[in-house]
């Protein structure tokens, strides 16, 4: 099992570009979540699925989309990307609602 | 709202025991965790505690919660270099169905040889 993989694992934007942030598991995982992850304060939810075909909005969800397709694969896109963008993106994925939320390696974006 | 709050820095010599606190302000808290994140990796589940537990131990770690005060710890007995992280304590709340965790601001642990 490759567990959680994340593509890229750096990217350079200029501001107003758009993105798309990569995520996989190959665990048949429900549960998919993307967090950032800004000095100091932690991570930050921005969007989950609880399945292929739901997601919904976490804690800092502007500026965002997300979808889900399959049970794998949970995109995240950056419509035109700002500066306040610029962080390090974790993707997770867990069995349970309340199990082991096992993390990718991130990304670290920054935008200009 | 819900909030998690730790200290953001614990230095210890080699062998000693570290203590990492953590407290937390949502009262239907479901299940308590922590993260630990070792430079430039994501983050990888040390242990967790169901809140109707006072008390779990595995190995040199033991997890303390005074679900009254609301206040979780970690003590890493023994603690060697290789334990220097960033370590995150993390709640989620029975009253939510999302399972959605919430995350202190992480505890950068320093072991001196």
């Known amino acids: 099992n490759a567990g959680v993989t994340q593509t890229p694992k750096f990217q350079v934007l200029k501001t107003g570009q758009s993105m798309t942030l990569q995520c996989a598991q190959d665990?048949?995982?429900?549960?998919m979540s993307w967090y950032r992850q800004d000095p100091g304060m932690g991570l930050r939810l921005i969007h989950y699925s609880v399945g292929a075909g739901i997601t919904d909005q976490g804690e800092v969800p502007n500026g965002y989309n997300v979808s889900r397709s399959t049970t794998e694969d949970f995109p995240l896109r950056l419509l035109s990307a700002a500066p306040s963008q610029t962080s390090v993106y974790f993707c997770?994925?867990?069995?349970?609602?309340?199990?082991?939320?096992?993390f990718g390696p991130g990304t670290r974006l920054t935008v200009l | 709202g819900e909030d998690v709050e730790q200290s953001l820095f614990l230095s210890v010599r080699e062998g000693d025991s570290s203590v990492i606190n953590c407290t937390y302000t949502d009262s239907s808290s479901t299940y308590l965790y922590w993260y630990k994140q070792e430079p430039g990796a994501g983050l990888q589940l040390l242990t967790y505690i169901f809140s109707n537990m006072d008390m779990k131990q595995d190995q040199r770690l033991t997890v303390l919660l005074n679900k009254k005060d609301k206040h979780l710890s970690l003590r890493i007995a023994d603690t060697q270099t290789g334990d220097s992280a960033i370590y995150f304590c993390?709640?989620?709340?029975?009253?939510?169905?999302?399972?959605?965790?919430?995350f202190g601001q992480g505890t950068t642990l320093q072991v001196k040889p």
């Open positions: 997770a994925s867990s069995e349970f609602l309340y199990g082991e939320q096992f």
């Open positions: 993390a709640e989620t709340s029975g009253s939510s169905n999302t399972g959605k965790l919430i």
């Open positions: 665990m048949n995982h429900e549960y």
